[in-house]
T-cell receptor, first 113, second 115 residues
Framework: AQSVAQPEDQVNVAEGNPLTVKCTYS??????LFWYVQYPNRGLQFLLK??????LVKGSYGFEAEFNKSQTSFHLKKPSALVSDSALYFC???????????FGRGTSLIVHP | SQTIHQWPATLVQPVGSPLSLECTVE??????LYWYRQAAGRGLQLLFY??????ISSEVPQNLSASRPQDRQFILSSKKLLLSDSGFYLC??????????????FGDGTRLSIL
């Protein structure tokens, strides 16, 4: 079985400040971890993934995520938030033997000017 | 490059009417294909997935069905829509990486309202 938790429904941050969107997971075996972003009335867009290797993964639009195996976490980060980063963010996990990822419920990021 | 097309973008249908939503992928072959529904509460519900032509797996029992008549075409259907079928329907594809570690790529969705 696999599961994902995004403990915050909403994250508020001021423009220019660093942001973190949290994600913890549970999976049998090695995890494949993904972050996606969704803007209003659009589909999800892939941001970055962790498969193996370096624990710090860099992705699109200046986002990065840190894989922490001991804490089973994969938090999304950005050093300096933009108002245009305001959107819904989803974390997803998949085990190596599955075609089906499990998504978190999503975190709404609001960046204030 | 690969692209995914979903149509229509919005649809308003009366209760009891049929439904057909179409999704096509370009620029890749033999993709895994998925249909999701996203309710207003935000979470994604997997409805169907397919690993090949004519191979459909259903995740949730309901009055919807899916078909994959061609490698890169995925269709979501219903014979009689219910009010509870309202929502935002998303099609997605993923490549066949050796270890199944490929991300999904989503279409822009169909917003379905049932009256």
């Amino acid at each position: 079985a696999q599961s994902v938790a995004q403990p915050e429904d909403q994250v508020n941050v001021a423009e220019g400040n660093p942001l973190t969107v949290k994600c913890t997971y549970s999976v049998s075996g090695n995890p494949y971890l993904f972050w996606y972003v969704q803007y209003p009335n659009r589909g999800l867009q892939f941001l970055l993934k962790y498969i193996t290797g370096d624990n710090l993964v860099k992705g699109s639009y200046g986002f990065e995520a840190e894989f922490n195996k001991s804490q089973t976490s994969f938090h999304l980060k950005k050093p300096s938030a933009l108002v245009s980063d305001s959107a819904l963010y989803f974390c997803a996990v998949r085990s190596g033997g599955s075609y089906i990822p499990t998504f978190g419920r999503g975190t709404s990021l609001i960046v204030h000017p | 490059s690969q692209t995914i097309h979903q149509w229509p973008a919005t649809l308003v249908q009366p209760v009891g009417s049929p439904l057909s939503l179409e999704c096509t992928v370009e620029g890749t072959s033999n993709p895994n294909l998925y249909w999701y529904r996203q309710a207003a509460g935000r979470g994604l519900q997997l409805l169907f997935y397919s690993v090949g032509i004519g191979q459909i797996s259903s995740e949730v029992p309901q009055n919807l069905s899916a078909s994959r008549p061609q490698d890169r075409q995925f269709i979501l259907s219903s014979k009689k829509l219910l009010l509870s079928d309202s929502g935002f329907y998303l099609c997605a594809w993923s490549g066949r990486g050796m270890w199944n570690n490929q991300p999904q790529h989503f279409g822009d969705g169909t917003r379905l309202s049932i009256l």
